[in-house]
Structure formats: C-alpha cells, structure tokens
C-alpha cells in the first residue's frame, strides 16, 4: 500500500475508487474500502480532518487521530494507497480563504432545505462539500464511496455531483450500509469519546429507529422516537420521518421513508438514521 503525501503523486492512481475520511477509521470505514477493491479498481483513501467542517465549538482539536492504526485498517481492507494530504496542499489559499469559501460553496437544496443537520451545523455542508469537491479534482476518482451514516452528507455529495455534471462527468457516487457494533451502535469515530455509562444510553439511539419501523404512521414513529431517547437519557435534536430523496416532511412514500436522529449525551453528538416501512404521514 502506498502512502501519498504529496498531490502531485495522485496521478499514479487516477480513475480508481475514493473514499474519503477524516481517519480515526473503524469497521465502517473498512467496509467502504472492501467495497471500492470489490469494484476492481484501485483503491485510494484520504484521511484529512477537515478544518472547515468543523463549527467554532465543535470538536475540531479533540478529534481522534490514529494515523498507525488507520493504516493498518485501510491495507487489511484492501486499500492500494492512503492519501495523508497537509492542509495547505487542500487549501492553498490559506485555512481563512478556505472559511470563505465554504460559507460561499453553491450548495444543492438537499443540503439547506431539510433542517436537519444544515439547521444545527450551520457551515457545516459547506465545508464538506469544499472538501469533497477538492478530492475529487485533485484524485479524479471514477468511483467515489460514502457511508448511509451520514445519510444527509450521502444525500448532498449525490445531488452536488448531479449538479455538477459536466465537471466530475465520469464520477459515480456509491452509497454503502451502516456497519454497527453486536448491540446496534452505529459505528463512529466520535464513540471513542463514550464513557461506560454513556456507552449504554447511546443504545437508545438504534433503539429509537427500531421503535420507527414498528410503527405506520410518521407522527407515532416520531413520538416513539422521543420518547426512547428520553428514557435513555439522550438529549434529542431530531428524531424525524423524511423522504430519502428529498430529507423533506413532503413526499413520503411507504418505500422510500427514512427515520433520522440526532441526540446529545453531555457534549458528545451521535447521529443514525434507517430506512423506516411508514404506510401513513398523518400528523
Ligand atoms: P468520517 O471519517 O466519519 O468522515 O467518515 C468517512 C466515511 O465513512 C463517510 O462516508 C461516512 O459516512 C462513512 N462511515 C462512517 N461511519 C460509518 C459506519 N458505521 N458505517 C458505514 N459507513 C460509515
């Protein structure tokens, strides 16, 4: 596996599959890699934690960095290259140009409209998608895979490339499942910062979606939704039933309803979401 630090390098390995990550990499992510190698193409992953993501008092500095491990995850995966780019060689311009130009990104719908993570991150899509767009230019990927974990960011990076089709055209966005822990945590980075109490209560979140999918209609899968948060102490941001397509209240349909969660424990913010069988959006 090569390790690529300099972008002049990428072109060893242009037209593979991408997956993009900010590192810190677990069984998700390795699931990510194992599908861009099943694809047959080389596989590049980029490990960048990106500043312009992250908000003022977010968790920016206290992110886990675990470069040694995360190369031994992306090779036992199959990856044939890691990219480990500075944050000069992402952003040439300077970390201030690139805040600019996150907050002035030209944003698809998908990633203002739902009021979901747009409304409680509000830089945060603008970021990711300056990011992402700079991978993309710089790796020339054919292929590019990302996690229904962040079913929203999925959702934005799908409809951006859509939009912009004429410059990535031969990129094609994959979505991949949720790897989750034997108990149903969705994997994530950001568990690490769990304690063993807080470890039991985030149950409570892939409780809350399997509460949804017992339910017919959107306004009861959303109270069960709460209501299991409330008992395992989560703090609820959202806990809603969305159309997969639009991530809007409007439109959905029996096979296309996605429950989605935000919940807090302390300062820690975990987010999950599922395809959810809703028959009835009464309100
Ligand atoms: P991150 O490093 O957290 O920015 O995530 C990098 C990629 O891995 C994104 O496309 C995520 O959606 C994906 N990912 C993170 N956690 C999981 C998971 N538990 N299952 C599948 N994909 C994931």
Not at 10 to 31: E, F, Y
Not at 72 to 100: M, Q, R
Not at 159 to 164: A, D, I, R, S
Not at 196 to 217: D, E, H, V, W
Request: one cysteine or more; charged letters at 20%; proline letters at 5%.
């Amino acid at each position: 596996m090569k390790i690529i630090e300099n972008a002049e390098n990428l072109s060893q390995i242009r037209g593979g599959a991408l997956v993009p990550t900010m590192g810190a990499l677990h069984q998700g992510h390795a699931s990510l890699i194992r599908a861009g190698a099943a694809s047959g193409r080389p596989v590049l992953v980029s490990i960048f934690v990106n500043p312009t993501q992250f908000g003022p008092n977010e968790d920016f500095a206290r992110y886990p960095r675990t470069l040694d491990a995360d190369l031994k995850i992306a090779e036992a995966a199959g990856a044939s290259a890691v990219f480990i780019p500075t944050a000069d060689s992402i952003y040439p311009s300077g970390l201030a140009n690139a805040v600019t130009n996150a907050a002035q990104f030209s944003l698809p719908a998908i990633a203002t409209a739902p009021l979901l993570e747009d409304a409680i991150r509000p830089t945060h899509f603008g970021g990711v998608c300056l990011v992402v767009s700079r991978l993309f230019d710089l790796c020339e990927p054919s292929l590019a895979f990302f996690g229904e974990k962040d079913f929203q960011q999925l959702r934005v990076i799908t409809q951006m490339v859509e939009e912009n089709s004429i410059r990535w055209k031969s990129l094609k966005i994959i979505p991949c499942a949720t790897i989750r822990e034997a108990d149903g945590l969705a994997m994530s980075s950001r568990n690490q910062y769990l304690n063993p109490s807080q470890r039991i209560s985030a149950l409570g979140i892939s409780r809350a979606l399997q509460s949804a999918a017992n339910c017919s209609s959107a306004t009861a899968a959303e109270k069960s939704m709460r209501e299991t948060l409330d008992q395992h102490g989560l703090e609820t941001q959202y806990a809603v039933i969305r159309s997969e397509k639009t991530l809007c209240a409007t439109e959905v349909g029996a096979k296309s309803a996605r429950a989605l969660i935000a919940a807090k424990l302390g300062d820690i913010r975990l987010i999950d979401n599922a395809r959810v069988g809703i028959t009835s959006m009464n309100r």
